[in-house]
């Protein structure tokens, strides 16, 4: 079954420390893969979205995603975090191929907490 | 820029009672999709719906949700006999395509509902 997985639910980290957020997806095939933010009861903002060619992605705020094939991971970084970046973040996968379906699958997020 | 609008932001009904939460997708897309998010929880697939018709829907989607596009521009989820577990945060999102080059889901603020 297709399937996104975030295995840290919490990662607290200091206001100017770097960051990586994990991610890693279970497809047949590579699915076209984001990052997804969201302050508290606010929506879902997109962070950045990889689709195809370079591996290394640039996002909106200072962050970047580093695609794996290998590893089937999709990690976010961030080498210096603010004390604003504090939210959850979803990583989200979509098939490429027809017949994969045709939604979003989330994974279970990850709650950043950023220490002054 | 364009955006994804949902109404409203914030409903509260009594259980057994219909609700219809809105969207206004952005106007050149041409996919449609409801996700929700129980408090606490990750952001989980309902439905999506191209071409004025369901193309996917997750077992969560039984027949007490639907859908519709009425006007060309609104997209609509109907919960016809809300229960307590229905209370969650509903994100409205849309595309313009997402196979052959992709491209990302916008999602709107979300409608939170309160089901008592």
């Known amino acids: 079954a297709q399937s996104v997985t975030q295995p840290d639910i919490h990662i607290t980290v200091s206001e100017g420390a770097s960051l990586e957020l994990r991610c890693n997806y279970s497809?047949?095939?590579?699915?076209?893969l984001f990052w997804y933010v969201q302050s508290p009861g606010q929506g879902l903002q997109l962070l950045l979205k990889?689709?195809?060619?370079?591996?290394l992605v640039q996002g909106i705020k200072g962050f970047e995603a580093e695609f794996k094939r290998s590893q089937s991971s999709f990690n976010l970084r961030k080498p210096s975090v603010h004390w604003s970046d504090a939210a959850e973040y979803f990583c989200?996968?979509?098939?490429?191929?027809?017949?994969?379906?045709?939604?979003?699958?989330f994974g279970t997020g990850t709650q950043l907490k950023v220490e002054l | 820029e364009p955006e994804v609008t949902q109404t409203p932001s914030h409903q509260v009904t009594q259980m057994g009672q219909e609700v219809i939460l809105r969207c206004v997708p952005i106007?050149?897309?041409?996919?449609f999709y409801w996700y929700r998010q129980i408090l606490g929880q990750k952001v989980e697939f309902l439905v999506s719906?191209?071409?004025?018709?369901?193309?996917?829907k997750s077992e969560i989607f039984d027949d007490q949700f639907s859908v519709e596009r009425p006007d060309g521009s609104n997209f609509t989820l109907k919960i016809r006999s809300t229960k307590l577990e229905d209370s969650a945060m509903y994100f409205c999102?849309?595309?313009?395509?997402?196979?052959?080059?992709?491209?990302?889901?916008?999602f709107g603020q979300g409608t939170r509902l309160t089901v008592v």
């Open positions: 497809y047949g095939a590579t699915p076209y």
């Open positions: 989200a996968a979509f098939p490429k191929l027809t017949g994969g379906g045709n939604k979003l699958t």
């Open positions: 719906f191209y071409n004025n018709e369901i193309s996917e």
């Open positions: 106007s050149n897309h041409l996919y």
């Open positions: 990889y689709f195809s060619g370079d591996t």
């Open positions: 999102a849309s595309s313009s395509r997402m196979r052959g080059g992709g491209t990302e889901a916008f």
